[in-house]
């Protein structure tokens, strides 16, 4: 491990210096352990590792964007792995936890305008603005009557 993070350290100042070869075979070098550490890191989230290739991508991208910011009296290593943990954090939070809920299933348990409100946002993709249009509610309203309509729901699905 501390043999990898010398060279790694030692590719990276000879790239900073100029050096396109030792940059190369750095990015070729991180790449697999990226890789690795991705698919480890979603996985123990829960979530598909079919993602990781994304997630290495936004890891070399902000690498070579962000390179000048490395302290060169540094170790890599440490500096490549906090990117890696912030990028996969960030795809983690995009991705959300979602789950997947017939409406149907709690539609009597919603007031009406909740359950309207739910349906047209959430089912018919239609913004608020135009669900407020629809029911005759103003935008703060509609904000309200989802804002308590998922709520609602949320509370019944832990209850099962």
């Known amino acids: ?6 060279e790694w350290t030692g590719l990276m100042r ?7 070869a030792a940059y190369h075979r750095l990015l070729k070098a991180v790449t697999p ?9 979603l996985a123990r989230a829960g979530q598909p590792v079919d ?15 962000k390179r000048h910011t490395w302290d060169v009296s540094a170790p890599f290593a ?6 890696a943990r912030n990028k996969l954090i960030d795809a983690l ?15 009597e ?16 993709s ?6 407020a249009a629809k029911f005759s509610m103003t935008e703060g309203a509609v904000r309200v009557a989802l804002h308590r309509g998922l709520a609602s729901l949320t509370a019944k699905l832990r209850e099962q």
């Open 1 to 6: 491990m501390r043999e990898r993070d010398d």
């Open 14 to 20: 000879s790239a900073i210096a100029g050096d396109s």
């Open 33 to 41: 352990v990226l890789r690795a550490a991705a698919r480890r890191g």
């Open 51 to 65: 993602q990781s290739e994304d997630i290495v991508q936004d890891i070399l991208l902000a690498v070579h964007l």
């Open 78 to 83: 440490p500096w490549l792995f906090a990117i």
């Open 93 to 107: 939070r995009r991705r959300g936890r979602r789950i997947f809920v017939d409406i149907d299933d709690f539609a």
């Open 109 to 124: 348990t919603l007031p009406a305008r909740q359950r309207d409100v739910l349906q047209s946002i959430a089912v018919d």
């Open 126 to 131: 239609a913004s608020i603005k135009d669900t």
